[in-house]
């Protein structure tokens, strides 16, 4: 089956810095990559849809300038969350589609940021 | 707008059938789904159902859809103890999902 991979699973870093999180589709080219925040016992809210080649279409209330998305080739696709703050602390969620299917999204393992 | 609703917990005894019911509000949503999610982990897809269907059974997995009422529900036969998680339903659109709260399900010796 098609296989998403996350890295890393886990982070720690310090109030101000930048992290970046990475989204590799490991055996299928991914056309189209989505990034999802799920906070703690709750739903997975869409931050923005990403297409290779293209700028990320950011859903309403998330700043761009904040989480930097780029999906610069067909397996790969990282969001950067630039001077991360406590608040920022989440699970971070991609997943990726085909065009060829169009109802289903492979989900990656997540990876948990957490700010102090 | 778009919304998912679903409750929030559900306590069910191993070999007894788990119903976990939804309900959306877009009635243009093309697929809806069920996911599956185990503690600190990803999504898993556990099945899905079209739009212009009423019903689709996959081993344990019955899901019905009533889109009249716009109420989706997923049914698990014989649940097992390693069926605990989180169960998510979403209504899916050109590929963008929008998801439920998750229902908790706790499966009991």
């Known amino acids: 089956g098609a296989v998403v991979s996350q890295h890393p699973s886990w982070v720690i870093c310090k109030s101000g810095t930048s992290v970046k999180i990475e989204c590799r589709s490991l055996?299928?080219?991914?056309?189209?990559m989505f990034w999802y925040r799920q906070f703690p016992k709750q739903s997975l809210m869409l931050m923005a849809t990403?297409?290779?080649?293209?700028?990320?279409?950011?859903e309403q209330g998330v700043e761009k300038d904040k989480f930097l998305i780029n999906h610069a080739s067909l397996t790969l696709s990282t969001l950067t969350v630039t001077s991360a703050h406590p608040e920022d602390s989440s699970f971070y969620i991609c997943?990726?589609?085909?065009?060829?299917?169009?109802?289903?999204?492979?989900f990656g393992p997540g990876t948990r940021l957490t700010v102090t | 707008g778009e919304d998912v609703e679903q409750s929030l917990f559900l306590s069910v005894r191993e070999g007894d059938s788990s119903v976990i019911n939804c309900t959306y509000t877009?009635?243009?949503?093309?697929?809806l789904y069920w996911y599956k999610q185990e503690p600190g982990a990803g999504l898993q897809l556990l099945t899905y159902?079209?739009?212009?269907?009423d019903m689709k059974q996959d081993q344990r997995l019955t899901v019905l859809l009533n889109k009249k009422d716009k109420h989706l529900s997923l049914r698990i036969a014989d649940t097992q103890t390693g069926d605990s998680a989180i169960y998510f339903c979403?209504?899916?659109?050109?590929?963008?999902?929008?998801f439920g709260q998750g229902t908790e399900l706790s499966v009991k010796p």
């Open positions: 159902i079209f739009s212009n269907m």
């Open positions: 990403s297409n290779e080649g293209s700028k990320a279409t950011y």
């Open positions: 997943s990726a589609k085909t065009s060829g299917v169009t109802y289903e999204q492979y």
């Open positions: 055996d299928f080219q991914a056309t189209t």
């Open positions: 979403a209504e899916g659109q050109g590929g963008k999902l929008i």
């Open positions: 877009d009635s243009s949503s093309t697929y």
